[in-house]
């Protein structure tokens, strides 16, 4: 059965890992714990880009020959992937043979079908973007320089002139428009369409794609004096990966290719134009997510204003990093990073809102019933855990188009919902005059609970494990859907466990 396959962007080797690359990262590694809760089964790539001049001047910087640098960086990403609970399927380094031999392969494929040929490249070249530039893309500002057209960067370019293996870019403008057109969800999401449609409209030229004058890369195949552009390299990452073709066939198409704005031209353009060339078929889609400022400003190198996922996680724990990320800022949109707001959420939504909640009826469960889990009632009167069931498809709607915040609000309803009903039916005030609708008021809130750590545990985890220690569920597989939960029931069974709040205020 073909697997969903997602993947995140290859990150740069150059700096160590920052909020950035974490959010999606954690975005990808929610979507599969969806997916995989559903028991589709799913195939998350990930990895390090670590070719080209960018790797190479950093390198420098740091006095380290390339390969440890290379290794030592990769490695940061590895283990802050660990710490954050990422699980992925595969981690790709663009320098492992797997991969260079079938870039290889690659190249010497379209330089024998026409689709690559020898030049000379006269032009701009912007080191930091890895990103070629004309003339009229980068015209010179009043001091006379010409910097990087790309607002995110506007680092200053270098002229080059070299000689260059060429990819037949134009020769695809059409049938990428065609692409495009008949696939309406390939650029996703889709208020990012027009921008690509609009460039490839605009004329396609077509790209250099090896270097001469940059030593650290995959050299040409029967050319050894050129390397292979970086980003010809690392976009094939994606079919490189599988060793064999049956693991091919299990993963290819890929179905969602998830990456930041800056890097949408790249996959949505130059990669489906690509594949086209080598005859492959392309991926579903393509999701293009907004970009995070911090505390209002671009992050860079000369702000020092990184911010380090550990130094959050740290204070405020991994699942609430996990969850602010993904709550803060609509999966497409812009966002804004502060101290100030992930506080004010930390302690309104998941401390107040979850945290109190679940405090609240693991204590009531033990005053009232001495501990142990309500079981089944005899009625089984309408209740709140059917209303909760209902929301189901919706939540996973979202969920499905990466609408990790619309799913979010929809659970934070639904956690409301329940702080409500203790409110209202007061059960320490019922449980004087009527206990039988007491434990019954709790059995609901146990399912209720239940539930909710399901739709939690792709964004949190480490939460929901907490919860399910807490609200007495024992079974394996832990049930994640409102059906399993509500299928899965031993009536009056187990005891809860009386555990610190899981989201202490700060
Ligand atoms: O571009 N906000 O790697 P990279 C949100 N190697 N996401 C951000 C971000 C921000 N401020 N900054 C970075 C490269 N990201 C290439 C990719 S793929 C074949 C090659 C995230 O290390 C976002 O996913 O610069 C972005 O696309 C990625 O990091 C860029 O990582």
């Not at 283990?79 to 190249?107: A, G, K, M, N």
């Not at 609408?403 to 007061?426: D, M, P, Q, S, Y």
Request: aromatic residues 12%.
């Amino acid at each position: 059965m073909k697997k969903y396959y997602l993947t995140t962007p290859l990150y740069y080797v150059n700096a160590a890992p920052h909020i950035g690359h974490a959010y999606t990262t954690i975005a990808a590694d929610v979507l599969a714990r969806f997916l995989r809760a559903k028991n589709r089964p799913v195939h998350l790539l990930t990895g390090t880009d670590e070719h080209g001049a960018k790797i190479e001047e950093a390198s420098r910087e740091a006095g380290l020959p390339v390969q440890e640098f290379t290794e030592r960086n990769s490695a940061a990403f590895r283990e802050l992937w660990q710490h954050l609970d990422i699980r992925y399927d595969d981690f790709i380094r663009t320098t492992e043979p797997r991969h260079e031999s079938r870039v290889q392969e690659c190249f010497a494929k379209l330089l024998k079908s026409g689709d690559a040929y020898k030049g000379r490249y006269r032009g701009y070249y912007c080191v930091s973007d890895e990103t070629y530039w004309t003339e009229t893309d980068a015209p010179p500002d009043e001091k006379g320089r010409r910097l990087c057209p790309n607002t995110e960067c506007r680092k200053p370019l270098q002229e080059v002139e070299e000689e260059s293996y060429f990819f037949k870019l134009s020769k695809y403008q059409e049938p990428l428009l065609k692409h495009y057109r008949e696939n309406p969800s390939f650029l996703l999401p889709p208020h990012r369409a027009n921008e690509i449609l609009r460039f490839v409209e605009s004329g396609l030229q077509d790209t250099a794609i090896s270097r001469t004058k940059v030593k650290w890369g995959i050299p040409v195949p029967g050319d050894p004096e050129h390397t292979i552009y970086v980003w010809f390299d690392a976009l094939l990452n994606y079919i490189t990966a599988p060793q064999s073709s049956e693991a091919f066939t299990e993963i290819w198409p890929a179905d969602v290719h998830i990456v930041g704005k800056e890097i949408y031209r790249f996959h949505s353009v130059t990669w489906p134009a690509m594949l086209m060339a080598l005859g492959l078929p392309l991926p579903k889609s393509v999701f293009a997510h907004g970009w995070w400022t911090v505390d209002g400003e671009k992050m860079s190198k000369s702000r020092g204003n990184f911010v380090d996922p550990r130094e959050i996680t740290g204070e405020f724990g991994v699942d609430a990093f996990r969850y602010f990320l993904l709550r803060e800022m609509p999966f497409g949109n812009d966002g804004n990073f502060s101290l100030d707001s992930l506080r004010k959420r930390y302690n309104a939504e998941l401390a107040n809102d979850l945290g109190n909640l679940v405090n609240r009826v693991v204590d009531m469960v033990d005053r009232y019933l001495g501990g142990a889990l309500p079981g089944r009632t005899k009625q089984d009167t309408p209740s709140l855990a059917k209303e909760f069931t209902a929301q189901g498809p919706t939540i996973d709607a979202h969920m499905e188009e990466l609408n990790f915040c619309g799913a979010l609000i929809l659970i934070w309803k639904c956690v409301g919902r329940l702080n409500i009903h203790i409110n209202e039916k007061a059960p320490w005030k019922l449980v004087k005059t009527d206990p039988e609708a007491t434990r019954e008021i709790l059995f609901d809130l146990v399912r209720c609970l239940r539930i909710v750590a399901g739709w939690i545990e792709p964004f949190m985890p480490q939460t929901a494990a907490k919860m399910h220690a807490q609200i007495g569920v024992r079974q394996f597989p832990v049930p994640l859907s409102p059906e399993q939960v509500l299928a899965g029931e031993s009536a009056g069974t187990g005891k809860i466990l009386k555990a610190p709040p899981l989201f202490p205020r700060k």
